[in-house]
């Protein structure tokens, strides 16, 4: 058989064949665009109920009550506001802290016991969701102040007088820790609950220690759980209004109450929008900053990259 009779076979065998392209590449024809318009409604709600907002705060902090950046230097240069600055940067961390201290065992508890017990866990742990932030501050107030349940439990116990504990950043980070509490639980039992339970053992196999086992083996794989508490309890810390106005002094302003402060009583819409555009930029940066340095996992648990 010749190359000609072989090459005259092919095409035959083209020729023949249903749908066969035989003049080249079949052209695409126009691209449906109709299942984009399902965005749009999703596209419109953000538009106007998120950037629009944003970009109005925006304008607001360098027009107001001029064009400029005088609110902007007047955050930066004033002492009383770098001072509300830290305060709120430094509750935020300490809240972060305690909730991270508290959390982390009870999330290893949650990994370890029976279906039934894990269970009533995560019930304690979603009930103070159920109940509102005021009505749960409002009961903190009436247990730490001066003549409370808990100075009386100090002085018949202990014989010590009336210890202030409300209207002090100790009651403000206490508070603040009770609400915060369950956003580091649930990162972190999601983040544990897929460590394998046979690795310490296997690392006490190898002659490891307990201590050592937990921090070389268990402690990083847990690391996605931490990262993800840790941001989002820093996070909604930073923004949190309520607590800090009911159980702190004016000694204890935070940013949002400073905020507040600024458009409601002194009218000051552009000092106030400049230190909204403050905390949220100081909100995306940590978010940048912490997925720099979570390279390896996310900081979603549950949702894989």
Same mark, same amino acid.
């Given at each position: 058989?010749?190359?000609?009779? @072989?090459?005259? &076979?092919?095409?035959?065998?083209?020729?023949?064949?249903?749908?066969?392209?035989?003049?080249?590449?079949? =052209?695409? &024809?126009?691209?449906n665009w109709r299942?984009?318009?399902?965005?749009?409604?999703?596209?419109?709600?953000?538009?106007?109920?998120?950037?629009?907002?944003?970009?109005? @705060? /925006?304008?607001?902090?360098?027009?107001?009550?001029? +064009?400029? *950046? =005088?609110?902007? =230097?007047?955050?930066?240069?004033?002492?009383?506001?770098?001072?509300?600055?830290?305060?709120?940067?430094?509750?935020?961390?300490?809240?972060?802290?305690?909730?991270?201290?508290?959390?982390?065992?009870?999330?290893?508890?949650?990994?370890? @016991?029976?279906?039934?017990?894990?269970?009533?866990?995560?019930?304690f742990i979603m009930?103070?969701?159920?109940?509102?932030? %005021?009505?749960?501050?409002?009961?903190?107030?009436?247990?730490?102040?001066?003549?409370? #349940?808990?100075?009386?439990?100090?002085?018949?116990?202990?014989?010590?007088? +009336?210890? +202030?504990?409300?209207?002090?950043?100790? &009651?403000?980070?206490?508070?603040?820790?009770?609400?915060?509490?369950?956003?580091?639980?649930?990162?972190?039992?999601?983040?544990?609950?897929?460590?394998?339970?046979?690795?310490?053992?296997?690392?006490?196999?190898?002659?490891?220690?307990?201590?050592?086992?937990?921090?070389?083996?268990? %402690? #990083? !794989?847990?690391?996605?759980?931490? /990262?993800? &508490?840790?941001?989002?309890? /820093?996070?909604?810390?930073?923004?949190?209004?309520?607590?800090?106005?009911? !159980?702190?002094s004016s000694k204890? *302003?935070?940013?949002?109450?400073?905020? =507040?402060?600024?458009?409601?009583?002194?009218?000051?819409?552009?000092?106030?929008?400049?230190?909204? @555009?403050? !905390? !949220?930029?100081?909100?995306?940066?940590?978010?940048?900053?912490?997925?720099? /340095?979570?390279?390896?996992?996310?900081?979603?648990?549950?949702?894989?990259?």
């Amino acid at each position: 058989m010749t190359e000609t009779t @072989v090459a005259g &076979g092919v095409a035959a065998a083209l020729t023949a064949a249903p749908g066969a392209d035989v003049d080249g590449p079949k =052209q695409r &024809g126009p691209r449906n665009w109709r299942p984009l318009l399902l965005l749009v409604p999703a596209f419109v709600i953000v538009t106007l109920f998120f950037l629009a907002p944003l970009v109005d @705060v /925006f304008i607001r902090s360098v027009t107001d009550p001029v +064009p400029g *950046i =005088q609110n902007y =230097q007047w955050l930066f240069t004033t002492e009383a506001n770098l001072n509300v600055v830290m305060r709120t940067f430094g509750t935020a961390i300490l809240v972060t802290f305690v909730c991270l201290l508290l959390a982390y065992p009870y999330a290893y508890l949650m990994t370890i @016991v029976t279906d039934r017990t894990r269970n009533l866990l995560q019930l304690f742990i979603m009930m103070p969701l159920w109940t509102s932030i %005021l009505v749960r501050t409002l009961a903190w107030m009436v247990l730490l102040q001066d003549t409370g #349940p808990i100075n009386g439990l100090l002085e018949s116990l202990f014989g010590l007088g +009336p210890i +202030p504990l409300i209207r002090t950043t100790f &009651g403000v980070a206490l508070g603040m820790s009770q609400v915060l509490l369950p956003f580091m639980v649930l990162p972190l039992y999601s983040s544990m609950a897929k460590i394998d339970k046979r690795l310490l053992p296997a690392a006490a196999n190898l002659g490891a220690n307990p201590v050592t086992a937990f921090f070389t083996v268990y %402690l #990083p !794989l847990s690391r996605p759980g931490i /990262f993800s &508490g840790s941001v989002t309890v /820093f996070i909604l810390g930073l923004g949190f209004y309520i607590i800090p106005a009911l !159980l702190g002094s004016s000694k204890e *302003i935070m940013i949002s109450a400073l905020i =507040q402060q600024q458009i409601s009583v002194f009218l000051m819409w552009g000092q106030g929008t400049a230190l909204g @555009v403050f !905390l !949220l930029l100081c909100t995306i940066l940590i978010l940048v900053i912490v997925s720099r /340095f979570n390279k390896h996992g996310s900081l979603f648990p549950g949702v894989d990259r």
